[in-house]
Each structure stands twice: as C-alpha cells, then as structure tokens.
C-alpha cells in the first residue's frame, strides 16, 4: 500500500489532464431533510398563543434557536425559521402583554 | 417554495394578531388613567379614600413630601380645584405651594393617611387583591391556565423565564463551542491526510472544493457536515469525502445523543471511470451492517449474496462479513496486504476500531453507476493519526479495482446476471410508462365527459349531430374538387 506514496514518476498515479473541479450538487427544496424543530416551534408557539402557557412560549423559543443552529442553507431556510421565530415571539408577546394580563407577572 | 402562500398568510394573521394586541394593551392603560378621573368624581367618600390611598403612595415620593398638596382632597367641599389639580399632574408640585394651607384637622387627617399608606408596602399589592376579589371568577380560572401556583403575598415567582432563559443562554454557549469543536475536528483531519505531502495530496492532483492553487480544502455545509474534494487520479474521476460529525453545536440534539449513542463519520465516495471498473459487485462490513445492508441496498440485494469464510487461506477477522457475486472475486479483493494491514485478526483488533464499511458496485443506483464507498469513523483530533491504515486502503483500492478484470467464467455468470436484471428493468420501464400514458388518456377523457355534461341538453344534441355528420363524412367515398377558374 505504502509504494503508491513513491514520489518516482513511474509510480506516481496523479493526472493533472484527468482533473475536474468540484461540482456542488444542488438539492430541490423539496428534497431537504424535513426541519423538524422548526415545525415543533410552531406547534408549540400555536399552542402558547391559544391555551395561554407561558412554558409552551418558552420551549418554541427555544425550539426555534435549535432550528437557527441547525440551518444549513441559508437563504433557502431563513425564510421557514424566520415564520417559526415569529409565531414563538407572538406567542410569547400575547402570554406577557396581553389583554388579559395574566396574575403570575 | 410551494408553502410560499401558507406562510404569507400566517404572516399576515401574526402581524394581525400583534397589532391587536399592542392596540387593547393601549386601550387599558387608557382605561387606567380614566378610573383616576371616576375615582375622584365618585360619590362616597370611602372611594375617594381608597383609591388616594393606592395611588398616592404608587405616584412618586415627591407627592407625599408636600404635605398640602393631598390635603384638600379628603374635603368633599373642594373638589373642584381639586379635580383642577389631578387633571394636571405636572403641575403638582407648583400647585401644592400655591394652594392655602388647610386647617388643622385636615393637616392631622393626611399624617393618618400618610402613616397609614406610606411604609406598608402592601397596597400595590392589596391593589391585585381587590379586583381579585371583586372578580371571583378570574381566580377559578387562573390555576387551569398557569401550573404554577402563585401565592399573592409571596414574592412572585419567575421559574419558567428563569429556566428558559438560562437554557437559552447555556443554548448559546454550546453553540460557539461546539461550533469550533466541529471545525477543529474537521481541520485536524484535513491537516492530517489533505496538506501537503500527505496522502491525498501524493495521490490527486487537485485537491479542494475551488479552482487554482489556493482553493480551500474543506466545504462547510452546515455547522456538522464538511465536505473535501480531490480529483487527478487514474482510474478514477474524483473523490469526495464528507464528514458528518455529532451535532455538538445543537443542545438538544446533544443531549438526545447521550441517549441514542451517535459517532463522527467519515464517508469517501470514489467515482471509477467506466473502463476502469469490471463488473464487481462487493461489501465487507462488521456482522449486523452487512445483514442490513445485503437486505436494504439495492444492488447487493439483486447481485450478491453472504459469502461464507472459504477454508485453506486466511481471511477476515470474525467480527466482518463478506458480501460479494462470487467466491472469487470476494478472494481477489480481500489480499494479502489488505489482511495483514486492516482486516486481518491481529491487524483489526489493533486498527479496525474506526472501520464501519466498503461497498464497491457498478451498479450503484444513483447517478454515478461505477462507485466505490468506503465508511469510517473519525477519532477525535488529537488522534487523527489512528486512521491512517484505514485512509490508506482508499487508494491502494482504487489502484486494485481499477486493474482487476475478472476471469472469462466468472465474466459470463456476471453477464447473464446482469442482462437479466437489466431486461426486468427494461420491462418495468415500459410497464410505468404504459401506464402514465393510460392514466393520461383517462384523465383527458374524464375532463372531455365533465365539459360535456356540464353544457346544456341543446350544446350536447348540436354535438352529436356534428359527431353524426363526421362519421357520415368519413364513411362516404371521398369526392375531390378543384376550383373552376
């Protein structure tokens, strides 16, 4: 295995004629792995806003910062997160300053 | 994006909701200021006593220093300068001096009051008790909405944002560092087998994921995923490595992982020129793996089978499996030197720890049909050099398989093998185009029955005497005729 690492020309296996650059292989949108954090931070922000739990609010928060973290495109998945983020910030607004004011605060 | 539409108008119902809200929070604080105003004008005296006692001691310091200032308000008599006075808080202070002193007994009436709100704390929070009370319904309702049980004269608990929050922060941190765990990771690798004078570089005369001389080495395709690109070879068109590494940057996916044990990954796809590649179709993997793969990977599954250890020569350690067409080209591969550096008993024990699997096939289905895969796991970075037997086998097997030709026996097996399989492709092909096309001519059919129907009974007979006419048309012998000039 090692005689391969030779630098002699005869045995050297390079050929610079035979090289190609990298291609980068573009994915359909719709063949990304699903984001699946982004989709609980809904849920969870949807269901803070409509049963008024303060802690739903908070784990879509924090969903939400797992989906910015785990965000491999960025223009192309900004946008979901970016509709993720917003719910959980609503959610998190309605359950702090809304027009009920809640007697834990 | 095909949610583009759903999430506009999530947009707008969330910008919806948000004005709404910001508008009633206004609207309380504005209801707020009014009860001052109804407070004062209310009848009793009680009224006005108890809400001066709230706000007064609420409103700033600067209200209970000057003394005469609140003093014409318990006098029901002078309630007109004094509504004159609170419809003008910031003249307040310039009001106070302004105004006469009061007699005595009002003087000694507000040090009573002044006792009384000033030093107990209590009335901002008597003031959630009393509408508490006078609401009896919201209290019911609370312990179903907030878990949390709030005692009103306890100090008010902030668990939830205080957990969360640390949680967010700690998030934070984890994702800086395991950033940089991951980078360092992925570098020590590419310092170790892709610099200069290293394997790859010996091997490939382009090394990189750019052009020219000074294209980067690595591709990062998300905080785990790095990519590395080499191209120049014999027999080969290119090789592409991507390591996936643990999600360290990601809090939650770290803690799964100290649940559901994960590993970093090495995986090198090498893409064979189609000269280069005889009809070979092969895997070794540890036991279980090759179960798994021989039953879900398409190719192993239609060509190769289990191919039991064969007596009289040595051969892999126990813990791999063999997948392979035949006996004899399982033997070809696995040589000498492979056994005694890798898959050896003595060779594996010391330096198969990372080794996961190879899978070479020219009939990969994908793309590129002539590819060979190999799957590693990454040490950690500081023990980089633990692989290099196994990076090692990359070339040496790129070489091998490259000028590997099979014997003319085994050559025929695999011929017929494969126009057999290539036949039943070929058929199924042809099946589902069939079929679309079916599925195409029904559906035009369905939409021709729904226009028709939906026309009315005069369209439909106007119709069928066209369709008539044609017919009678085609029937008849057709009669040329030129034009008379």
């Known amino acids: ?105 | 994006m095909e949610n583009g539409p759903c999430y506009s108008l999530l947009h707008l119902l969330a910008l919806l909701s948000l004005l709404s809200i910001f508008l009633s929070h206004l609207s309380r604080f504005h209801v707020l200021a009014d009860s001052h105003f109804e407070g004062f004008d209310a009848d009793g005296e009680d009224d006005d006593e108890s809400l001066i006692h709230n706000t007064l001691p609420l409103r700033s310091s600067p209200l209970t220093q000057s003394d005469p200032d609140p003093e014409p308000t318990p006098d029901p008599t002078s309630q007109d300068p004094d509504a004159n006075q609170y419809s003008e808080p910031p003249s307040r202070p310039s009001s106070s001096s302004d105004l006469p002193k009061p007699s005595s007994t009002s003087f000694e009436y507000w040090d009573e009051d002044e006792f009384e709100g000033l030093p107990v704390e209590q009335p901002p929070l008597e003031t959630p008790k009393i509408p508490e009370n006078a609401t009896p319904d919201d209290p019911s309702s609370d312990p179903k909405t907030a878990p949390k049980p709030i005692a009103a004269t306890s100090p008010k608990s902030y668990t939830v944002e205080i957990v969360c929050g640390s949680f967010l922060i700690v998030f934070a941190i984890n994702y800086f560092t395991g950033k940089r765990e991951n980078e360092n990771i992925a570098l020590a690798w590419a310092v170790k087998f892709a610099s200069k004078d290293s394997i790859f570089d010996k091997n490939f005369s382009l090394l990189g994921v750019g052009d020219g001389d000074d294209s980067p080495l690595l591709l990062k395709e998300g905080q785990n995923v790095f990519k590395f690109h080499a191209s120049g070879r014999r027999y080969c068109q290119g090789l592409l490595a991507t390591m996936e590494l643990k999600s360290r940057h990601d809090l939650i996916s770290r803690m799964y992982n100290l649940v559901v044990p994960c590993s970093d990954e090495i995986s090198f796809e090498v893409y064979m020129n189609d000269d280069a590649m005889d009809h070979l179709v092969f895997a070794v993997a540890k036991k279980k793996a090759a179960k798994w793969m021989q039953k879900e990977i398409r190719d192993l599954q239609r060509f190769a089978n289990m191919v039991s250890p064969p007596s009289g020569r040595k051969w892999v350690a126990e813990e791999l499996a063999v997948i392979s067409e035949s006996k004899e080209v399982a033997g070809d591969l696995i040589t000498e030197v492979v056994l005694e550096q890798v898959f050896g008993e003595k060779a594996f024990e010391k330096f198969g720890k990372g080794f996961i699997s190879i899978h070479f096939s020219d009939q990969q289905p994908g793309t590129h049909k002539k590819m060979l895969l190999f799957k590693f796991a990454l040490p950690d970075a500081n023990s980089m050099a633990d692989m290099t037997r196994l990076v090692a086998l990359v070339p040496y097997y790129i070489d091998l398989v490259g000028r590997y030709r099979l014997s003319t026996q085994a050559r025929s097996k695999t011929e017929i093998t494969r126009m057999k399989i290539a036949q039943e492709a070929h058929r199924e092909e042809q099946n589902a185009r069939q079929e679309a096309l079916q599925r195409k001519k029904a559906e035009r059919k369905k939409l021709l029955e729904e226009a028709e129907s939906k026309l009315g009974a005069e369209a439909i007979k106007r119709k069928e005497a066209k369709e008539r006419a044609r017919q009678m048309k085609k029937s008849m012998p057709r009669v040329k005729m030129t034009r008379a000039h």
Request: include cysteine; hydrophobic fraction near 45%; glycine fraction near 6%.
């Open chain 1, 1 to 105: 295995m090692s005689s391969h690492g030779n630098s002699s020309t005869a045995n050297d296996p390079r050929q610079p004629s035979a090289a190609k650059p990298f291609v980068q292989q573009s994915v359909a949108p719709q063949d990304l792995p699903v984001d699946y954090s982004g989709f609980i931070a809904v849920m969870f922000g949807v269901a803070g806003v409509m049963f008024r739990y303060k802690l739903c609010s908070w784990v879509a928060i924090i969903f939400c910062a797992q989906s910015l973290a785990n965000m491999r495109n960025f223009e192309t998945d900004l946008k979901q997160v970016s509709m993720a983020m917003m719910f959980a910030v609503m959610g998190l607004v309605t359950n702090y300053l809304g027009p009920r004011p809640p007697k834990t605060t």
